[in-house]
């Protein structure tokens, strides 16, 4: 069906050329610029349907501003430029500024949408401190801790897709997968119920965009919000592009208790390690702490010598000796 149109499209372009050359007496020259107007159309058509609505809005308004800027240029130069060149110049002056400012309009438009045009229209100000909660930490859960007691202030966002992923996890049949999925939708239900802490959930989606990830990055950016997160990746990815990041598991590490070198500790000591004659104990907070020639004593209260302590991504490793040693 839209072959069929377009080529009746293109039908109707070479007849209004044959029959428009017939009149000034070049009917097949009319045909042939018919032919390539109407290709040109197509293909114009053709992009179109990859473009999204916020690249197409910020294209012509660039495109708007570009040439309104070069004739507010022209008037304090027309008394340089003499009438012979005033028509060049003006044309050289508008395309430069014009096509300049239609590129600058579809990249900066790419995450803008309809939602997003008509607040603008509306009045409203773009509102500031507002976070935005993505499934891993909405299931881990340790942000309702954190929103609770305060540390964290703010309009929380929630946006539909994320709803609809912590559903259908909470609908999989694999039985810790719906297990997550439910528990994740009992911690959205506490945060809501939790008095002075107001919860949005928006509608805005990016149908262009197919992962989760890159859908919260795009509506970071759109919303001027905060991505808050205990994914690693996504936190790397986020910050690359430019927005905001509250990191859970980075926060965590932070607020673990400081151990230093000479600090005295009994630990049990709950497994080998993975060097010859080691041994691994935990801290309350589960921090690891490996102890040199510990595993021999596996299953039992140790006291124990701090002897460093090794701060890597994925958080603090501890190493010790046995205090006997000393």
């Not at 500031?128 to 299931?139: A, C, G, W």
């Not at 989760?212 to 905060?226: G, P």
Request: aromatic share 6%; no cysteine.
């Amino acid at each position: 069906m839209v072959l069929f149109v377009r080529a009746l499209f293109i039908v109707i372009f070479v007849l209004a050329g044959y029959l428009y050359g017939l009149k000034t007496g070049v009917p097949v020259q009319g045909a042939v610029s018919g032919l390539v107007l109407g290709g040109i159309f197509l293909v114009i058509e053709s992009r179109l349907h990859n473009v999204s609505f916020g690249s197409v809005l910020g294209g012509v308004v660039g495109l708007g501003v570009g040439i309104l800027t070069s004739q507010l240029l022209l008037f304090p130069l027309e008394y340089l430029i003499t009438d012979d060149s005033r028509g060049i110049s003006s044309f050289i002056l508008s395309a430069v500024l014009g096509y300049s400012g239609l590129l600058i309009g579809l990249s900066r438009g790419k995450n803008m949408s309809v939602p997003a045009v008509m607040r603008l229209f509306k009045g409203q100000e773009v509102e500031e401190d507002l976070k935005i909660l993505d499934t891993s930490v909405i299931i881990d859960g340790r942000i309702a801790d954190v929103i609770e007691i305060g540390f964290v202030e703010g309009a929380f966002i929630i946006p539909q897709f994320i709803l609809q992923e912590l559903q259908y996890i909470a609908d999989s049949p694999d039985p810790m997968r719906r297990t997550k999925g439910r528990r994740g939708l009992d911690i959205l239900h506490r945060i809501q119920k939790m008095a002075d802490i107001e919860v949005r959930i928006v509608e805005e989606d990016f149908p262009k965009i197919k992962e989760v990830d890159a859908k919260l990055i795009a509506l970071a950016r759109l919303f001027n919000a905060k991505v808050v997160t205990n994914d690693f990746n996504l936190s790397k990815v986020a910050q690359v592009q430019g927005v905001a990041v509250m990191n859970i598991n980075e926060l965590a590490n932070i607020l673990k208790p400081v151990v230093l070198p000479g600090e005295p500790l009994n630990l049990f000591i709950a497994k080998e390690g993975k060097e010859h004659n080691q041994g691994v104990a935990y801290l309350d907070d589960g921090t690891m702490v490996v102890v040199e020639n510990a595993r021999k004593l596996i299953g039992k209260n140790v006291d124990l010598i701090v002897t460093s302590v090794l701060q890597t991504t994925a958080g603090r490793m501890i190493f010790a000796r046995i205090k006997e040693d000393e």
